[in-house]
């Protein structure tokens, strides 16, 4: 209590990040709760021996992966993606069902299913400076504050520290409005053991830290969007028939072998059809329509 008091007077900004942090036995109503509130939520130690899987699987790709070509992007800082098509530990990230019903349940009403919205394995290495902060769903010409579309989860495959590079976030920043900028002073480090968890609201500003360490940051980094909005990764391209015909039909799903709607179908069907049936041609068409109808009416706003 002496500690918490004195604490308080003596540093009155300093962030409480402590009801966004959350042990690995979080409910699923706690971490939509602090993503709802604070635009960001972290559960420490989800996946240990997975997030150890994927380092090892990445490993062979990070010894030849180039660096950034821009500030954004980092001149020391590698990016590897096609996670789904690299690394079966990734395709395990990326479905975990925490984080899938977190996004399921951020997206209800605002489309039928989520689609994968991009895969992006990231070392920041020593040395590199911080990246400019942004929000995620700026890809997308939508005013705010508006209801999620986007949701990233970024794994630790290393420790994340103040320190070494951990991405930084201005909690609450998603109910900001376009006209606020935001002030790396805001931003405070998303600290967290290698094996946890940051998700963060696509409108919630962040972005990776400076590493002044000696060692590399890396993370392995998801992203969601609703199903109507076009993927940042194309996944088609990244995750071709060939190979999405031999993941589980979660993952097929997500990578949008799953039509939302009239939106992509296939041969006038559900998307679904062309991995159970490739020689499909010239079926009878489908109402497709019905399902949009229901989704527009729902939500005239
Ligand atoms: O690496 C990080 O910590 C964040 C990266 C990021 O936000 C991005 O590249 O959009
Ligand atoms: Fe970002």
Redesign the pocket.
Known sequence: MHFTTSHAISNPTAPDTSSARHSNDASLQQVLGSLRQHGYAIIENLAPELTQQAESDLERFFERAPMGTGT?TGPLTQRVARLVARSSACRELVTHPLVLQVVERLFEGECYHPQLALT?A?R?HPGQLS?GL?R?DNVFPFRHPRPPSVLFA?WALSEFSENN???RLIPRSHTWDDARTPSPDASIAMSMPKGSVLLWEGATY????SNKSDEARA?A?FGYNLGWLRQYENQYLAVPPELARTLSPVLQDLLGYRNHGYLGSYENQDARALLQEPDLELPAPSDLFTEDLELRSRNRH
């Open positions: 954004f992006q990231i920041v990246q942004h995620d970024m590079g951990a991405t962040h972005g990776a830290g993370g980094l």
